[in-house]
């Protein structure tokens, strides 16, 4: 529904056009047609050509603007009844804590509109708490009655239709385990298990050697326990054989341009993962992997890569860098992408794979090493 026109200067519709294109690619499940990956190339080749402004950075609300925003919002019709305000109100503070969530998020991936929260925008809320916010009873179980509440709040400022709200509810539904997702610390345990075992043995984290002799007191045989066995030696292939006939040249695309980097910093374990993701992404997101950029892709997935195996701290001695990488290091490499655009999409690609889940084993050598396995002292 177009509710009003506004008259922009061309360079500012072509800034915002372009940067429209940019948050479609961010997006995990973007509402556009199937085949919008063969025209968005056309219509960046003709927004090249033209003068362009990016939109504005958003203007941040100060401490006073933000306690008015959440002040309004508890006091607004039927929220402080909805959220259990009236019977206690200790829980303002709380909730009032949380809403700040809402307002960080709004105002640093959103656009800077605090109060525009579509659909889209509580997808990606959805993905970010589940990688920004360290998971919680209390906190978790305050997400879906505030967010919910804060979204229809929203709608009801703006003026927008009921159907946007259901529609944006029925979003939140689809994607509530994305922000919890009880696999993600299961996963993780081995590795802290190790992490702890290097403590109580003194083992220093940034010594690579220390590191392999401690990895070797655990049970290689897991290597090969995993559904994908790893190589013993050098890079697995990329499994062509997952990759549906149509992405085969995106795929083709993306190794171009991710392998050299991957083969520069990385490891041929790290490559091996990198072509699992890519070959994942092929066939199971088959129409918006095709819709994405090949360099958006490749950067992403390499970043993905350096994200699962911890490699910008030194837990990465643990999963195969000798030094840590400098995320820097990776925006260097892909000089197309931007540091935004490559961080989002590479969220994007973990939680459509469940990297930091059960996913992790197949993407980390040493997690499918560690999985299922007691340190060893505690092994019955």
Known sequence: MIRHLEPLEPAEAAGRISHAIDLTEMMIDAPVSDDSYLFVPLAR???SGQPSVAPPDPIEASHDQREQLILEFLNADGVA????????PGWSQQIGEFCELFIDYSEGY????????????????????????????????????????????????????????????EVFDQHYECAIDPDAQDAITPMVDLIRLAVEMGIDLEDPISVRELLATWDPVQVGATAEPWPADGAAEMMWDL?????????????????????????????TSARRMLADLAERHTQPFLRGRPDVWAASITYAVAQVHSAFDSTG?????????????????????????????????????????????????????LGGVSPPGERH
């Open 81 to 88: 009844a909805t959220l259990g305000l009236e019977d206690d």
């Open 317 to 369: 001695r643990i999963f195969g860098f000798d030094e840590k990488l400098a995320p820097q290091q990776l925006v260097d490499a892909f000089p197309t992408v931007s540091k935004a655009s490559m961080t989002n999409k590479a969220t994007t690609v973990r939680a459509w794979l469940n990297a930091d889940g059960s996913g992790r084993f197949r993407y980390n050598r040493t997690a499918a090493m």
């Open 45 to 47: 080749q003709i927004l």
């Open 110 to 169: 959103a656009g800077g509109d605090i109060h525009r929260w579509s659909p889209m925008v509580v997808e990606g809320f959805l993905h970010f708490y589940g990688v920004k916010v360290m998971s919680d009873p209390d906190t978790d179980e305050l997400l879906e009655p505030v967010l919910t509440e804060w979204i229809a709040y929203c709608h009801r400022l703006k003026g927008w239709p009921e159907s946007v709200t259901v529609e944006a509810l």
């Open 243 to 271: 990759v549906p006939a149509k992405a085969v040249p995106h795929c083709e695309s993306v190794l171009a341009m991710a392998e050299p980097v991957l083969d520069d910093l990385f490891s041929p374990d790290h490559l």
